[in-house]
């Protein structure tokens, strides 16, 4: 089991950039596939971003391609979300989860798929 916390979200003008962080606050994320799910509301949630356990995979939602890199470092148990050229559609909530499985090397999009979350961090992109 792990436990995950968001931080880096926050307000900034269309165009500029964040960095969000996902790290284990207790237990090792090393061994699971990591995904970034964002929801805005009154939308589903959605899948915007996925690594695998070793970083040879990663999937990104066709929204965010070419703005956003999801990347890990397992030593430091920690994922990134790096997102550049932000729109305000990119506006929500920004949770981090873990696939349920264990040293899967095909990153899943399904949110069901995923069994361990974030508390989530609001990102806010201003016209």
């Known amino acids: 089991q792990v436990q995950l916390v968001e931080s880096g979200g926050g307000l900034v003008q269309a165009g500029g950039s964040l960095r969000l962080s996902c790290a284990a606050s207790a237990g090792s994320l090393s061994k699971y596939g990591m995904g970034w799910f964002r929801q805005a509301p009154g939308k589903d949630r959605e899948f915007v971003a996925g690594?695998?356990?070793?970083?040879?995979?990663?999937t990104y939602a066709d929204s965010v391609k070419g703005r956003f890199t999801i990347s890990r470092d397992n030593a430091e148990n920690t994922v990134w979300l790096q997102m550049n050229s932000l729109k305000p559609e990119d506006t929500a909530i920004y949770y981090c989860a873990a696939d349920g499985r264990q040293w899967g090397y095909v990153v899943v999009t399904p949110a069901q798929e995923y069994h361990y979350w974030g508390q989530g961090t609001q990102v806010t992109v201003s016209s």
């Open positions: 690594i695998s356990w070793s970083s040879s995979s990663t």
